[in-house]
Protein backbone atom coordinates (compact mmCIF):
# COMPACT_ATOMS: atom_id res chain seq x y z
CA UNK A 1 0.00 0.00 0.00
CA UNK A 2 2.83 2.33 0.83
CA UNK A 3 4.47 1.66 -2.65
CA UNK A 4 0.75 2.12 -4.16
CA UNK A 5 1.03 5.77 -2.64
CA UNK A 6 3.92 6.46 -3.18
CA UNK A 7 3.77 5.76 -6.96
CA UNK A 8 0.31 8.35 -7.05
CA UNK A 9 2.11 10.68 -5.26
CA UNK A 10 4.68 11.07 -8.07
CA UNK A 11 2.42 10.63 -11.13
CA UNK A 12 0.05 13.18 -9.76
CA UNK A 13 3.91 15.38 -9.15
CA UNK A 14 4.48 14.15 -12.98
CA UNK A 15 1.00 15.64 -13.67
CA UNK A 16 1.33 18.92 -12.32
CA UNK A 17 4.63 19.32 -14.41
CA UNK A 18 3.18 18.66 -17.33
CA UNK A 19 2.32 22.15 -19.20
CA UNK A 20 -1.69 22.11 -20.51
CA UNK A 21 -1.92 23.13 -24.16
CA UNK A 22 -4.14 25.17 -24.45
CA UNK A 23 -4.56 27.69 -27.25
CA UNK A 24 -5.48 30.81 -25.35
CA UNK A 25 -1.97 30.40 -23.80
CA UNK A 26 -0.64 30.36 -27.80
CA UNK A 27 -1.50 34.25 -28.08
CA UNK A 28 1.97 35.47 -27.98
CA UNK A 29 2.59 33.33 -31.04
CA UNK A 30 2.55 34.26 -34.65
CA UNK A 31 -0.56 32.90 -36.49
CA UNK A 32 -1.44 32.50 -40.08
CA UNK A 33 -5.36 31.96 -40.70
CA UNK A 34 -7.05 29.98 -44.08
CA UNK A 35 -10.54 30.55 -43.52
CA UNK A 36 -12.67 27.56 -45.42
CA UNK A 37 -15.99 28.22 -46.56
CA UNK A 38 -17.61 24.83 -45.31
CA UNK A 39 -20.33 24.23 -47.95
CA UNK A 40 -18.05 26.01 -51.13
CA UNK A 41 -14.57 23.98 -49.90
CA UNK A 42 -15.40 19.81 -50.67
CA UNK A 43 -17.54 17.67 -51.68
CA UNK A 44 -16.99 13.98 -50.11
CA UNK A 45 -19.96 12.86 -51.60
CA UNK A 46 -20.48 10.36 -48.22
CA UNK A 47 -22.83 12.71 -46.40
CA UNK A 48 -26.40 13.75 -47.07
CA UNK A 49 -27.30 15.74 -50.39
CA UNK A 50 -30.76 16.45 -48.85
CA UNK A 51 -31.78 20.50 -49.76
CA UNK A 52 -28.00 20.01 -52.05
CA UNK A 53 -29.22 22.08 -55.44
CA UNK A 54 -25.77 22.95 -57.33
CA UNK A 55 -28.02 24.90 -60.01
CA UNK A 56 -28.91 27.63 -57.19
CA UNK A 57 -26.18 29.95 -55.95
CA UNK A 58 -27.60 30.41 -53.07
CA UNK A 59 -28.73 27.01 -51.84
CA UNK A 60 -26.32 24.76 -50.13
CA UNK A 61 -23.35 22.96 -52.79
CA UNK A 62 -22.32 19.55 -50.82
CA UNK A 63 -19.17 21.12 -49.22
CA UNK A 64 -18.46 18.67 -45.84
CA UNK A 65 -16.78 17.82 -43.19
CA UNK A 66 -15.23 14.96 -44.42
CA UNK A 67 -14.25 16.91 -47.78
CA UNK A 68 -12.81 19.11 -45.66
CA UNK A 69 -10.51 16.61 -43.49
CA UNK A 70 -9.72 15.00 -46.98
CA UNK A 71 -8.10 18.51 -47.77
CA UNK A 72 -5.77 19.21 -44.59
CA UNK A 73 -2.89 18.78 -46.39
CA UNK A 74 -3.49 21.08 -48.84
CA UNK A 75 -3.87 23.60 -46.28
CA UNK A 76 -1.33 22.43 -44.00
CA UNK A 77 1.34 22.64 -46.85
CA UNK A 78 0.73 26.74 -47.01
CA UNK A 79 1.46 26.93 -43.53
CA UNK A 80 -1.38 27.63 -42.03
CA UNK A 81 -1.64 27.40 -38.17
CA UNK A 82 -5.12 28.44 -37.87
CA UNK A 83 -8.03 27.42 -39.84
CA UNK A 84 -10.96 29.38 -39.78
CA UNK A 85 -14.21 27.51 -40.61
CA UNK A 86 -17.94 28.83 -41.21
CA UNK A 87 -20.75 28.13 -38.65
CA UNK A 88 -21.18 24.85 -38.59
CA UNK A 89 -24.32 24.79 -36.50
CA UNK A 90 -27.75 24.10 -38.24
CA UNK A 91 -29.23 26.72 -40.96
CA UNK A 92 -31.40 27.29 -43.69
CA UNK A 93 -28.27 29.42 -45.33
CA UNK A 94 -25.45 27.68 -46.69
CA UNK A 95 -23.21 30.72 -44.69
CA UNK A 96 -24.25 29.20 -41.59
CA UNK A 97 -26.41 32.41 -40.47
CA UNK A 98 -28.70 32.94 -39.28
CA UNK A 99 -29.10 29.97 -37.21
CA UNK A 100 -31.64 27.71 -37.07
CA UNK A 101 -30.29 25.69 -34.03
CA UNK A 102 -27.00 25.98 -32.05
CA UNK A 103 -27.44 22.68 -30.67
CA UNK A 104 -27.27 20.43 -34.12
CA UNK A 105 -24.44 20.34 -37.16
CA UNK A 106 -25.43 21.32 -40.28
CA UNK A 107 -26.84 17.90 -41.64
CA UNK A 108 -25.03 18.79 -45.22
CA UNK A 109 -21.83 18.91 -43.66
CA UNK A 110 -21.98 16.13 -41.62
CA UNK A 111 -22.39 14.62 -37.86
CA UNK A 112 -21.32 15.75 -34.59
CA UNK A 113 -18.88 12.76 -34.76
CA UNK A 114 -17.44 14.20 -38.86
CA UNK A 115 -16.63 17.20 -36.58
CA UNK A 116 -14.70 15.47 -33.78
CA UNK A 117 -12.47 13.18 -36.15
CA UNK A 118 -12.03 16.90 -38.22
CA UNK A 119 -10.74 18.67 -35.82
CA UNK A 120 -8.82 16.06 -34.50
CA UNK A 121 -7.18 16.00 -38.66
CA UNK A 122 -6.44 19.06 -37.84
CA UNK A 123 -4.13 18.82 -34.69
CA UNK A 124 -2.47 15.73 -35.79
CA UNK A 125 -1.04 18.71 -38.26
CA UNK A 126 -0.85 21.24 -35.58
CA UNK A 127 -3.40 23.40 -36.93
CA UNK A 128 -5.73 25.22 -34.63
CA UNK A 129 -9.57 24.98 -35.56
CA UNK A 130 -11.72 28.24 -35.13
CA UNK A 131 -15.20 28.18 -35.52
CA UNK A 132 -17.38 31.70 -36.58
CA UNK A 133 -20.21 32.22 -34.25
CA UNK A 134 -22.81 34.28 -35.75
CA UNK A 135 -24.57 35.76 -32.12
CA UNK A 136 -27.12 38.03 -33.70
CA UNK A 137 -30.04 36.62 -35.44
CA UNK A 138 -31.67 33.27 -35.60
CA UNK A 139 -33.81 32.11 -38.35
CA UNK A 140 -37.54 32.56 -38.45
CA UNK A 141 -38.42 29.15 -37.84
CA UNK A 142 -35.60 28.34 -34.59
CA UNK A 143 -36.98 26.48 -31.57
CA UNK A 144 -34.35 29.66 -29.97
CA UNK A 145 -38.17 31.90 -31.11
CA UNK A 146 -39.86 30.84 -28.24
CA UNK A 147 -36.68 32.42 -25.60
CA UNK A 148 -38.37 35.99 -24.46
CA UNK A 149 -34.54 37.14 -25.68
CA UNK A 150 -35.31 36.30 -28.82
CA UNK A 151 -37.33 39.07 -30.78
CA UNK A 152 -40.32 38.47 -33.31
CA UNK A 153 -38.45 39.01 -36.84
CA UNK A 154 -35.55 36.60 -34.79
CA UNK A 155 -32.83 39.47 -33.39
CA UNK A 156 -31.71 38.38 -30.58
CA UNK A 157 -31.43 40.45 -27.70
CA UNK A 158 -27.48 40.13 -26.60
CA UNK A 159 -28.55 42.23 -22.99
CA UNK A 160 -30.30 40.12 -21.46
CA UNK A 161 -28.73 37.73 -18.85
CA UNK A 162 -30.66 34.42 -20.52
CA UNK A 163 -28.60 35.02 -23.78
CA UNK A 164 -25.73 35.36 -22.31
CA UNK A 165 -26.05 32.19 -20.11
CA UNK A 166 -26.88 30.66 -22.83
CA UNK A 167 -24.28 31.12 -25.22
CA UNK A 168 -21.83 30.64 -22.80
CA UNK A 169 -23.37 26.94 -21.86
CA UNK A 170 -23.20 26.42 -25.73
CA UNK A 171 -19.44 27.58 -26.46
CA UNK A 172 -17.95 25.64 -23.32
CA UNK A 173 -19.51 22.72 -24.20
CA UNK A 174 -18.71 22.84 -27.96
CA UNK A 175 -15.03 23.17 -26.34
CA UNK A 176 -15.07 19.97 -24.67
CA UNK A 177 -17.37 18.20 -26.76
CA UNK A 178 -15.30 19.07 -30.02
CA UNK A 179 -11.80 20.58 -28.67
CA UNK A 180 -11.89 23.22 -31.46
CA UNK A 181 -9.53 26.08 -30.17
CA UNK A 182 -11.35 29.23 -30.46
CA UNK A 183 -14.12 31.42 -31.83
CA UNK A 184 -14.42 34.12 -34.55
CA UNK A 185 -16.48 36.87 -33.97
CA UNK A 186 -17.32 38.70 -37.20
CA UNK A 187 -18.34 42.58 -36.76
CA UNK A 188 -17.44 42.41 -33.32
CA UNK A 189 -18.13 46.13 -32.47
CA UNK A 190 -21.82 45.79 -33.45
CA UNK A 191 -22.16 43.20 -30.20
CA UNK A 192 -22.79 44.75 -26.58
CA UNK A 193 -19.48 45.11 -24.54
CA UNK A 194 -21.12 43.48 -21.56
CA UNK A 195 -21.87 40.50 -23.62
CA UNK A 196 -18.57 40.09 -25.00
CA UNK A 197 -16.57 40.25 -21.68
CA UNK A 198 -18.63 37.96 -20.17
CA UNK A 199 -18.21 35.32 -23.02
CA UNK A 200 -14.92 35.67 -23.32
CA UNK A 201 -13.98 35.38 -19.58
CA UNK A 202 -16.27 32.45 -19.15
CA UNK A 203 -15.20 30.42 -22.28
CA UNK A 204 -11.18 30.07 -22.26
CA UNK A 205 -10.78 29.59 -25.94
CA UNK A 206 -8.79 31.92 -28.26
CA UNK A 207 -10.97 34.37 -29.40
CA UNK A 208 -10.59 36.64 -32.75
CA UNK A 209 -12.99 39.48 -33.27
CA UNK A 210 -13.65 41.24 -36.84
CA UNK A 211 -14.05 45.19 -36.62
CA UNK A 212 -14.42 47.10 -39.85
CA UNK A 213 -12.83 50.34 -38.76
CA UNK A 214 -10.17 50.55 -35.77
CA UNK A 215 -7.66 52.95 -34.39
CA UNK A 216 -4.94 51.96 -31.77
CA UNK A 217 -7.52 53.14 -28.77
CA UNK A 218 -10.06 51.15 -30.03
CA UNK A 219 -7.67 48.25 -30.10
CA UNK A 220 -6.76 48.60 -26.14
CA UNK A 221 -10.49 48.55 -25.40
CA UNK A 222 -11.64 45.21 -27.85
CA UNK A 223 -8.15 43.35 -26.25
CA UNK A 224 -9.66 44.49 -22.52
CA UNK A 225 -12.92 42.80 -23.57
CA UNK A 226 -10.97 39.28 -23.84
CA UNK A 227 -10.24 39.16 -27.79
CA UNK A 228 -6.57 37.67 -28.75
CA UNK A 229 -6.49 39.28 -32.02
CA UNK A 230 -8.56 41.96 -34.38
CA UNK A 231 -9.10 41.47 -38.04
CA UNK A 232 -9.26 44.47 -39.16
CA UNK A 233 -11.23 44.80 -41.83
CA UNK A 234 -10.69 48.24 -43.53
CA UNK A 235 -7.25 46.77 -44.00
CA UNK A 236 -8.97 45.02 -47.61
CA UNK A 237 -9.89 48.43 -49.27
CA UNK A 238 -6.36 50.32 -48.84
CA UNK A 239 -3.89 47.01 -49.90
CA UNK A 240 -6.24 46.27 -53.05
CA UNK A 241 -6.00 50.03 -53.69
CA UNK A 242 -2.52 49.91 -53.86
CA UNK A 243 -1.74 46.20 -55.00
CA UNK A 244 -4.06 46.10 -58.08
CA UNK A 245 -1.48 48.80 -59.72
CA UNK A 246 1.24 49.90 -60.47
CA UNK A 247 2.32 53.46 -59.34
CA UNK A 248 -0.11 53.85 -56.21
CA UNK A 249 0.28 55.86 -53.22
CA UNK A 250 2.00 53.78 -50.51
CA UNK A 251 0.72 55.75 -47.65
CA UNK A 252 -2.38 53.41 -48.24
CA UNK A 253 -0.29 50.95 -46.49
CA UNK A 254 2.64 52.55 -44.76
CA UNK A 255 0.13 55.25 -43.08
CA UNK A 256 -1.65 52.72 -40.93
CA UNK A 257 -1.03 53.05 -37.03
CA UNK A 258 -2.07 49.68 -36.93
CA UNK A 259 0.92 48.44 -38.89
CA UNK A 260 3.47 47.51 -35.94
CA UNK A 261 0.85 45.67 -33.66
CA UNK A 262 1.10 42.02 -34.00
CA UNK A 263 -2.32 41.37 -32.57
CA UNK A 264 -4.17 42.95 -35.77
CA UNK A 265 -4.78 40.41 -38.29
CA UNK A 266 -5.56 41.07 -42.38
CA UNK A 267 -6.57 39.55 -45.56
CA UNK A 268 -6.72 40.88 -49.23
CA UNK A 269 -9.92 39.34 -49.51
CA UNK A 270 -12.74 37.18 -47.10
CA UNK A 271 -16.06 36.09 -47.49
CA UNK A 272 -17.67 39.18 -47.47
CA UNK A 273 -15.45 40.66 -50.25
CA UNK A 274 -15.07 40.61 -53.95
CA UNK A 275 -12.14 38.51 -54.87
CA UNK A 276 -8.33 40.81 -55.07
CA UNK A 277 -8.17 39.15 -58.21
CA UNK A 278 -11.04 40.68 -59.15
CA UNK A 279 -9.17 44.02 -58.99
CA UNK A 280 -6.98 43.28 -61.87
CA UNK A 281 -9.54 43.03 -64.48
CA UNK A 282 -9.62 46.78 -64.70
CA UNK A 283 -5.78 47.50 -64.24
CA UNK A 284 -4.84 45.11 -66.78
CA UNK A 285 -2.19 42.99 -64.60
CA UNK A 286 -1.33 40.18 -64.03
CA UNK A 287 -3.19 38.14 -60.53
CA UNK A 288 -0.32 36.03 -60.01
CA UNK A 289 2.26 39.07 -59.93
CA UNK A 290 -0.15 40.97 -57.79
CA UNK A 291 -0.94 38.72 -55.30
CA UNK A 292 3.02 37.99 -54.73
CA UNK A 293 3.26 41.17 -54.20
CA UNK A 294 0.48 41.63 -51.74
CA UNK A 295 1.55 38.50 -49.73
CA UNK A 296 4.84 39.70 -48.99
CA UNK A 297 3.87 42.75 -47.30
CA UNK A 298 1.20 40.51 -45.25
CA UNK A 299 3.28 37.92 -44.31
CA UNK A 300 6.18 39.95 -43.26
CA UNK A 301 4.51 42.81 -41.50
CA UNK A 302 4.11 42.72 -37.58
CA UNK A 303 0.00 42.03 -38.59
CA UNK A 304 -0.95 38.15 -38.74
CA UNK A 305 -2.12 37.08 -42.51
CA UNK A 306 -5.81 36.07 -43.13
CA UNK A 307 -6.17 33.82 -46.26
CA UNK A 308 -9.67 32.89 -47.51
CA UNK A 309 -9.60 29.53 -49.53
CA UNK A 310 -8.97 29.92 -52.94
CA UNK A 311 -6.08 32.36 -52.33
CA UNK A 312 -3.66 29.95 -53.88
CA UNK A 313 -5.60 29.70 -57.34
CA UNK A 314 -6.29 32.66 -57.28
CA UNK A 315 -9.63 32.39 -57.46
CA UNK A 316 -11.99 35.40 -59.19
CA UNK A 317 -15.26 36.26 -58.16
CA UNK A 318 -17.65 39.33 -56.92
CA UNK A 319 -19.86 39.62 -54.31
CA UNK A 320 -22.32 40.77 -56.87
CA UNK A 321 -23.92 37.36 -58.66
CA UNK A 322 -22.20 35.76 -55.80
CA UNK A 323 -19.25 34.25 -57.88
CA UNK A 324 -16.74 34.93 -54.62
CA UNK A 325 -18.53 31.90 -52.86
CA UNK A 326 -18.06 29.60 -55.75
CA UNK A 327 -16.90 25.68 -54.94
CA UNK A 328 -13.14 25.23 -54.30
CA UNK A 329 -11.53 24.03 -57.76
CA UNK A 330 -8.22 22.20 -56.67
CA UNK A 331 -7.31 21.49 -59.77
CA UNK A 332 -6.54 25.37 -60.76
CA UNK A 333 -4.17 25.96 -58.37
CA UNK A 334 -0.84 27.99 -59.43
CA UNK A 335 2.25 26.16 -58.38
CA UNK A 336 3.68 29.83 -58.75
CA UNK A 337 1.45 31.41 -55.63
CA UNK A 338 1.20 27.95 -54.18
CA UNK A 339 5.43 28.13 -53.70
CA UNK A 340 5.16 31.75 -52.67
CA UNK A 341 3.02 31.11 -49.70
CA UNK A 342 5.41 28.57 -48.50
CA UNK A 343 8.02 30.26 -48.92
CA UNK A 344 6.69 32.87 -47.38
CA UNK A 345 5.78 30.82 -44.21
CA UNK A 346 9.05 29.36 -44.06
CA UNK A 347 10.47 32.40 -43.36
CA UNK A 348 8.18 33.23 -40.87
CA UNK A 349 8.76 30.09 -38.78
CA UNK A 350 12.70 30.11 -39.47
CA UNK A 351 13.17 34.09 -38.13
CA UNK A 352 12.32 35.17 -34.78
CA UNK A 353 12.23 38.94 -35.99
CA UNK A 354 9.44 38.33 -38.35
CA UNK A 355 7.63 37.36 -35.92
CA UNK A 356 8.51 39.67 -32.71
CA UNK A 357 11.05 42.03 -34.49
CA UNK A 358 10.38 46.07 -35.09
CA UNK A 359 9.89 47.22 -38.25
CA UNK A 360 11.51 50.32 -39.58
CA UNK A 361 10.85 52.15 -43.06
CA UNK A 362 14.23 52.50 -45.12
CA UNK A 363 13.10 53.57 -48.21
CA UNK A 364 9.80 54.73 -49.83
CA UNK A 365 10.00 56.68 -52.98
CA UNK A 366 9.61 56.04 -56.35
CA UNK A 367 7.39 53.21 -55.64
CA UNK A 368 10.27 51.07 -54.40
CA UNK A 369 9.32 50.33 -50.47
CA UNK A 370 12.15 48.83 -48.50
CA UNK A 371 11.70 48.15 -44.79
CA UNK A 372 13.32 45.78 -42.52
CA UNK A 373 12.19 43.78 -39.37
CA UNK A 374 14.50 43.68 -36.48
CA UNK A 375 15.11 41.77 -33.54
CA UNK A 376 18.35 41.55 -31.77
CA UNK A 377 21.07 40.55 -33.97
CA UNK A 378 18.67 38.88 -36.69
CA UNK A 379 17.98 41.58 -39.25
CA UNK A 380 15.75 40.39 -42.06
CA UNK A 381 15.09 43.27 -45.67
CA UNK A 382 11.99 43.28 -47.55
CA UNK A 383 11.99 45.15 -51.04
CA UNK A 384 8.87 45.68 -52.71
CA UNK A 385 8.96 47.09 -56.51
CA UNK A 386 5.29 48.70 -57.22
CA UNK A 387 7.24 50.75 -59.81
CA UNK A 388 6.87 50.24 -63.83
CA UNK A 389 10.77 50.14 -64.01
CA UNK A 390 14.01 48.81 -62.19
CA UNK A 391 14.74 50.30 -59.04
CA UNK A 392 17.76 50.31 -56.46
CA UNK A 393 18.43 52.07 -53.68
CA UNK A 394 21.86 52.05 -51.20
CA UNK A 395 21.58 50.59 -47.56
CA UNK A 396 24.09 52.61 -45.18
CA UNK A 397 23.17 51.65 -42.14
CA UNK A 398 24.25 47.96 -41.70
CA UNK A 399 27.47 46.74 -40.15
CA UNK A 400 30.46 46.22 -42.54
CA UNK A 401 31.50 42.67 -43.68
CA UNK A 402 28.03 41.50 -44.18
CA UNK A 403 26.06 40.13 -46.95
CA UNK A 404 21.76 40.05 -47.90
CA UNK A 405 20.84 36.49 -48.71
CA UNK A 406 17.91 36.56 -51.05
CA UNK A 407 14.65 33.87 -49.18
CA UNK A 408 12.41 34.73 -52.45
CA UNK A 409 14.64 35.56 -55.24
CA UNK A 410 17.89 33.86 -55.45
CA UNK A 411 20.07 37.03 -54.96
CA UNK A 412 23.35 37.90 -53.26
CA UNK A 413 24.33 41.47 -51.85
CA UNK A 414 27.57 42.43 -50.46
CA UNK A 415 29.57 45.15 -49.06
CA UNK A 416 29.99 48.02 -52.00
CA UNK A 417 33.88 49.82 -51.80
CA UNK A 418 31.92 52.64 -49.94
CA UNK A 419 31.00 50.92 -47.30
CA UNK A 420 27.12 50.44 -48.26
CA UNK A 421 24.83 47.55 -49.59
CA UNK A 422 22.84 47.72 -52.89
CA UNK A 423 19.56 46.09 -53.07
CA UNK A 424 17.70 46.34 -56.56
CA UNK A 425 14.80 44.96 -57.98
CA UNK A 426 12.76 44.40 -61.51
CA UNK A 427 9.48 45.94 -62.13
CA UNK A 428 6.30 44.33 -60.23
CA UNK A 429 8.31 41.96 -57.67
CA UNK A 430 10.16 41.45 -54.05
CA UNK A 431 12.23 39.87 -52.77
CA UNK A 432 13.34 39.25 -48.63
CA UNK A 433 17.03 39.23 -47.54
CA UNK A 434 18.49 37.66 -44.50
CA UNK A 435 21.81 39.99 -43.30
CA UNK A 436 24.61 37.56 -42.20
CA UNK A 437 27.95 38.27 -41.96
CA UNK A 438 29.77 37.84 -45.48
CA UNK A 439 30.68 33.88 -45.82
CA UNK A 440 33.05 34.50 -48.52
CA UNK A 441 34.02 31.96 -51.55
CA UNK A 442 32.65 28.99 -50.92
CA UNK A 443 36.05 27.56 -51.25
CA UNK A 444 34.73 23.49 -50.45
CA UNK A 445 32.12 23.71 -53.21
CA UNK A 446 34.85 25.27 -55.34
CA UNK A 447 36.98 22.80 -54.89
CA UNK A 448 34.20 20.01 -55.39
CA UNK A 449 33.52 21.76 -58.77
CA UNK A 450 37.10 22.18 -59.64
CA UNK A 451 37.74 18.32 -59.04
CA UNK A 452 34.64 17.05 -61.31
CA UNK A 453 35.58 19.42 -64.09
CA UNK A 454 39.28 17.87 -63.58
CA UNK A 455 38.49 14.65 -63.99
CA UNK A 456 36.01 15.23 -66.73
CA UNK A 457 38.88 16.74 -68.06
CA UNK A 458 41.83 13.99 -68.25
CA UNK A 459 38.66 11.55 -69.21
CA UNK A 460 37.79 13.28 -72.39
CA UNK A 461 41.93 13.54 -73.20
CA UNK A 462 42.37 9.66 -72.34
CA UNK A 463 38.90 9.12 -74.76
CA UNK A 464 40.64 11.11 -77.91
CA UNK A 465 43.83 9.75 -77.51
CA UNK A 466 42.52 6.07 -77.70
CA UNK A 467 39.94 7.36 -80.80
CA UNK A 468 42.88 8.56 -82.03
CA UNK A 469 45.56 5.35 -82.03
CA UNK A 470 42.71 3.29 -83.08
CA UNK A 471 42.37 5.39 -86.17
Known amino acids: M???MTGLGLLILLTSLVPINSHADEEDERHQYYYVLVDRFQNSNEVTEEGVNRDDPN???????????????HIAELGITDVVLSPLFASEHYTGSPVFNFEQIQSTFGSASDVQDMVQAFHDQDINVIVQVPFNSVSSN?????????????????????????FIELLQRWGMDYNVDGFYVPEADQLPQSFLESVTAEVDRFWLGEVNEISNADMESFKGLG???????????????YFYDIETDSSLLLGSNLKNREDVVHYMDSYMTDRFTRSMEESGLHPITRWKMALTYMYTTPNEPWLYQGTANPTDGVVEDGSHHDMMNFLAGDEQLNKHIEQLSSINENFDSIRDGDMNVLHDEDDFIVYERV??????????????????MELDHLEDNQELRGLIRDDLVRQNDDGSYTVSLERESTNVYNVREDTGANWLLI????????????????????NAKER
Open 2 to 4: KRL
Open 59 to 73: AFHGGDLIGLQDRVD
Open 142 to 166: SPLRSEDWVSENGEVDLTQDGATDY
Open 227 to 241: FDRIVNGSFHEKATD
Open 375 to 392: LDDERIIITINNSPGFRH
Open 447 to 466: SIFGSVMGVFVVFAIIIYRK
